[in-house]
Structure formats: structure tokens, C-alpha cells
């Protein structure tokens, strides 16, 4: 069973940062890219960042690049996003995810940004 767990999402200040992470079991996961997309109140889920199987070729929105750093831990099935910079746009439910557009995916971990 694919299980999804993700974590370290917080309250911060505009500017600030934070990292967060998702554990992957249930599924061999160096055969697959991984994700973060993510899902702002009254808005689609909107892709954020992907990341090769060997932690190669990170891509990432737009309005996240120089700000967001994706990376992964092949020996430990986790990924994870460095978040800096924060902005209150970046407000949103983060979400780790097997495929680009997000269908199979964890429960989530709440992003606000707020002064």
C-alpha cells in the first residue's frame, strides 16, 4: 500500500523558512520522480517542484525558483522541500506526490505565512 506522510509545515512570518518532509513506503521508491504540489484555500493544486529518481534535474514553479530547494534521501525514501523567503502567496496545504499532477499523493501539511 503506497503510503504518503508528510510534515514540517507551520505558521511563519513573511520571510521566514521552513523544510519540509515526506515519508515514502509501500512502493519502490527509487523507480519513481517525486513531487510537491500544493493547494491554496478556494484554488486547484498547483505543481510546485519535481525531482528525478537519482535527485537530478529539480524543477520548480515559476514564483517558487531561488526560493524553494527540493531534494531527496534515496536511502532513507524521504524527500523534501527547503522553503525560504517565504511570501504569504506561498499559504497553502503541501502535498508530496508520486506523479506531476498530484493524484497520488499524501494527507498534506498546512503552510501559512502571516506577519
Known amino acids: 500500500q503506497v503510503q504518503l506522510v508528510e510534515s514540517g509545515g507551520d505558521v511563519v512570518q513573511p520571510g521566514g523558512s521552513l523544510r519540509l518532509s515526506c515519508a515514502a513506503s509501500?512502493?519502490?521508491?527509487?523507480?519513481?520522480?517525486m513531487y510537491w504540489v500544493r493547494q491554496a484555500p478556494q484554488q486547484a493544486l498547483e505543481w510546485v517542484s519535481g525531482?528525478?529518481?537519482?535527485?537530478?534535474?529539480?524543477t520548480y514553479l515559476d514564483s517558487v525558483k531561488g526560493r524553494f530547494t527540493i531534494t531527496r534521501d534515496n536511502t532513507k525514501n524521504m524527500i523534501y522541500l527547503q522553503m525560504n523567503n517565504l511570501k504569504p502567496e506561498d499559504t497553502a496545504r503541501y502535498y508530496c506526490?508520486?506523479?506531476?499532477?498530484?493524484?497520488?499523493r499524501g494527507q498534506g501539511t498546512q503552510v501559512t505565512v502571516s506577519s
Open positions: 506526490a508520486r506523479d506531476r499532477r498530484g493524484d497520488l
Open positions: 509501500g512502493f519502490i521508491f527509487t523507480n519513481y520522480a
Open positions: 525531482i528525478k529518481v537519482d535527485g537530478s534535474g529539480a
